[in-house]
């Protein structure tokens, strides 16, 4: 419990304590580029190289999440 107060109060020093996520507004432009490419990228993938499909699903899925706002 001491540790994990400790722990608490040094990462509240070395980091601002005010988390206003609701409030701020971020441009997502780049999550959109992220997500356009990587759809290119997926979809060339598809066509030329179908087995390494996989390997760009993730950054596909995750810049979409991101694009929209819901992670």
Request: net charge positive.
């Amino acid at each position: 419990m001491v540790f994990s107060i400790l722990i608490l109060k040094i990462f509240c020093v070395s980091l601002p304590c005010h988390f206003n996520f609701m409030s701020e507004k971020k441009s997502k432009a780049g999550y959109w580029m992220l997500f356009a490419v990587s759809l290119v990228t997926i979809i060339a993938l598809i066509i030329f190289l179908p087995e390494a499909f996989w390997l760009a699903l993730p950054t596909t899925v995750g810049g979409l999440a991101m694009a929209m706002d819901w992670i």
